[in-house]
Structure formats: structure tokens, C-alpha cells
């Protein structure tokens, strides 16, 4: 069975710096695309970064310049850096991974998510 399982959220003043983490593990025999999402308080959730196995990245508007993807394909990890926090960059934070598992098909699977609230 595959998880997706985040870490490395909490609360951050605006301004500073966070990063978050997501290890995929299971019986997995190759990982695409890795991403991250978010949803804050009465919002849809929406794309905030993605990262190709090769490592092309793209970046919703908001997240340009301030908040950088990256992954290690060895230990099958995805990484979101954000510096310069703003307030409405409060949400929670979903990896999204687009794998095939070892017995099954290829498909998107969502971590359970992690909070991250930037508030002074």
C-alpha cells in the first residue's frame, strides 16, 4: 500500500521561512510527478507547485520567486521551501504524487495534509 505522509509544518511569522516535507513509501515501482497543494479556510484547494521526474518545476503565480520545489528521487521525497510567508499563504498543504504502484495502476495519490499557518 502507498502513503503519502507530510511533515515540517507549523507556525511562522510573516516574512520568514518554512519548509515542508513529503515521503512517498509503499510498494511503489515509479514516481512521475510530485506536486503540492493547498487549501486554506473556505477556499478550493489549489496548486501551489509541481516538479516532473526529471525535475522540471512550474509554480503557481503566487508562489513565483518566494517558495521553490525540489525532490530526491533516491528516497522518493518532495520538498517546498517558501521564504517571505504572507498570511494568505495559510492553508493546509497536500503532497500529490503521480505513481504507479509495484501491483496496480499508475494514479494520483494525496497525503493527509499539514498545516501551516502564518500569523504574527
Known amino acids: 500500500q502507498v502513503q503519502l505522509v507530510e511533515s515540517g509544518g507549523g507556525l511562522v511569522q510573516p516574512g520568514g521561512s518554512l519548509s515542508v516535507s513529503c515521503v512517498a513509501s509503499?510498494?511503489?515501482?515509479?514516481?512521475?510527478?510530485m506536486g503540492w497543494y493547498r487549501q486554506a479556510p473556505g477556499k478550493q484547494r489549489e496548486l501551489v507547485a509541481t516538479?516532473?521526474?526529471?525535475?522540471?518545476?512550474s509554480y503557481a503565480d503566487s508562489a513565483k520567486g518566494r517558495f521553490t520545489i525540489s525532490r530526491d528521487n533516491a528516497k522518493n521525497t518532495v520538498i517546498l521551501q517558501m521564504n517571505s510567508l504572507k498570511p494568505e499563504d495559510t492553508a493546509v498543504y497536500y503532497c500529490?504524487?503521480?505513481?504507479?504502484?509495484?501491483?496496480?495502476?499508475?494514479?494520483?495519490?494525496w497525503g493527509k495534509g499539514i498545516l501551516v499557518t502564518v500569523s504574527s
Open positions: 500529490n504524487a503521480d505513481l504507479r504502484p509495484i501491483s496496480g495502476r499508475r494514479m494520483n495519490y
Open positions: 509503499g510498494s511503489i515501482f515509479s514516481i512521475y510527478a
Open positions: 516538479i516532473t521526474s526529471g525535475s522540471s518545476t
